[in-house]
């Protein structure tokens, strides 16, 4: 699994050949039990290639599922596929987010640079590298900021806070933000406050 998370973080590196669709769809239809290679290559082949495809609100780089459905597909039990998914998440390679009744939604974050033909230099790769960085990390600045503002406590332990932001759902850093004010609201006294790493650790912005 260590060198598949080094493959999808880097899927430039050692070239790319085009394969038709359809050679895949025959290669998982043979396909009794999947590695988890090809399981990797089964979700990137049904990821949307472009934004709404087929009527769907899906963005470019995701596929929605349900974990049961993709277990089955795969014929993993459903404790290795929620094993197999979460290695993904937490080397920051795809997001997870539940959609009720549709399933879970999957997006490849390097799927623009699995799926762009042609040469592209390091100086490019490296520069939608550094983009999508400076987003994140201008995002954690400001929730640090108005979290310590608000709660009056002293800012500790932003450098393992700021790994926790990088490696949580983008879906989650916005709740994060966005219901800051709610999580403050709800606690019976300021004194019960918890500090911003422990915020984000124990996901306070769920309720």
């Known amino acids: 699994m260590k060198k598949i998370v080094e493959i999808l ?36 082949a049904n990821c949307a290639f472009s934004a709404g495809q087929g009527g769907t609100k899906l963005r470019r780089g ?20 929620r094993r197999f998914l979460q290695v993904l998440k937490d080397n920051g390679l795809f997001t997870l ?6 399933g879970t939604v999957l997006r490849y974050l390097h799927y ?34 108005l979290y310590h503002q608000r709660s009056g406590l002293v800012p500790r332990d932003m450098f393992l806070a700021r790994q926790l932001w990088y490696r949580i759902p983008e879906e989650e850093r916005q709740m994060a933000l966005d219901r800051m004010e709610w999580y403050f609201m709800s606690l019976p006294d300021m004194g019960f406050v918890r500090s911003g790493l422990n915020y984000l650790k124990c996901k306070s912005y769920f309720g």
């Open 62 to 81: 995701e596929m929605c599922v349900t974990q049961r459905c993709l277990a089955d597909r795969f014929n993993w039990s459903q404790s290795r596929l």
């Open 9 to 44: 973080g880097a899927p430039r590196r050692g070239g790319q050949i085009v394969v038709p669709r359809r050679l895949l769809e025959k290669m998982f239809r043979d396909t009794n039990v999947f590695t988890e290679a090809e399981a990797c290559v089964y979700i990137l």
């Open 97 to 102: 987010e539940a959609k009720e009744k549709a």
């Open 112 to 145: 623009d640079q699995a799926c762009t033909l042609g040469y592209v230099s390091v100086k490019t790769i490296r520069m939608w590298q550094s983009e999508a960085d400076e987003k994140v990390e201008a995002a954690f600045s400001e929730f640090w900021k």
